[in-house]
């Protein structure tokens, strides 16, 4: 059985410390909080387009048998495009999503648009970014908003102010209904996608497009390529994307560039390979040769390359 004074004791060694401790050491505590059940789950969608990231974060409200779109009722008021987004303050028969003023284009937190290069959203720049999108709904006619603000909850603290961009789209009736909140990508398209908000029976599109697609994964490219200019690999790479293109020419001088920092089996074959295929035979099975010895010498497994270039020396490719 403990005695007294050895339980004193016990306590004594535990609060002490807390007792010296700074309120700065105590708000360093990391904070315990238990991860609540939310009626409007959260979720992600994202899409890339070329190299370009874009990622919709939202939260997902249901119809739930209410009515979503409508007129606001005469009772509800506010100044302006200001939401009425607040089911703490929404009447009874209020429709959801009231049109013509501001809504968080979701639940709980407003919706986050992520993307990671420059755009074009339904044809007006919008530059790298992460932001919060919100939407003013109309029966003919909606305006997306891009807004500074990211972290906001709902619309709530919307500030015209901070908007990035706004671009107008119109609504489309649909007879399937759509129970949860959806962000789709679809059509797309290798340098651009569409953007669907689904709720009950109305889809609202905007896309989302790329003004050059290669000129960005190029500059991506020639940055890290530039930041590692020993790696032999990276132009190696560069030089591989470009002869799936059948652009033979940048794809020569850059696996030229793989081979000047550093000769390789895999550098060599892989010229080997461009030269074969831009139709400049007798100089790929030259360095066909070349990568094969190389290979050889350094104890690379080349089995399955001497074996296509005995079919290109026998005219079998």
């Not at 007294?4 to 004594?12: D, E, V």
């Not at 010498?297 to 026998?314: G, I, P, W, Y």
Request: glycine share 6%; charged share 25%.
């Amino acid at each position: 059985m403990i005695s007294l004074k050895r339980l004193f004791l016990f306590i004594c060694a535990i609060l002490f410390p807390l007792m010296w401790a700074t309120p700065d050491v105590l708000a360093q505590q990391p904070q315990l909080a238990i991860r609540p059940l939310r009626p409007s789950q959260k979720a992600s969608v994202m899409q890339t387009i070329g190299v370009t990231d874009i990622t919709i974060t939202y939260s997902r409200p249901g119809v739930k048998g209410r009515t979503i779109w409508g007129d606001a009722l005469p009772t509800q008021t506010a100044k302006g495009e200001a939401t009425l987004d607040n089911q703490n303050e929404r009447p009874k028969d209020a429709v959801i999503v009231p049109w013509g003023h501001v809504w968080r284009a979701g639940a709980n937190e407003a919706t986050m648009f992520v993307v990671t290069d420059d755009v074009l959203i339904n044809g007006q720049p919008l530059r790298a970014g992460t932001y919060s999108l919100h939407a003013i709904p109309g029966k003919e006619e909606w305006t997306i908003i891009f807004n500074n603000d990211a972290g906001q909850w709902g619309s709530f603290q919307y500030d015209e102010k901070k908007d990035a961009l706004r671009v107008k789209t119109k609504p489309q009736m649909v007879s399937e209904s759509q129970e949860w909140l959806m962000y789709s990508f679809d059509p797309i398209t290798d340098h651009s996608a569409q953007v669907n908000i689904r709720w009950d029976k109305l889809r609202v599109p905007f896309t989302v497009e790329l003004k050059d697609v290669k000129a960005i994964w190029r500059t991506k490219a020639d940055a890290l390529m530039a930041a590692n200019a020993t790696n032999e690999v990276l132009p190696l790479q560069v030089a591989n994307t470009y002869a799936g293109d059948k652009n033979w020419d940048e794809a020569l001088k850059f696996v030229d560039q793989s081979i000047k920092i550093k000769e390789t089996f895999r550098n060599l074959s892989a010229k080997a390979n461009i030269l074969w295929s831009a139709g400049r035979k007798a100089e790929a099975l030259v360095v066909a040769d070349a990568a094969i010895a190389k290979g050889k010498a350094d104890k690379v497994n080349t089995a399955a390359f001497e074996k296509r270039v005995a079919d290109m020396k026998a005219g079998k490719l």
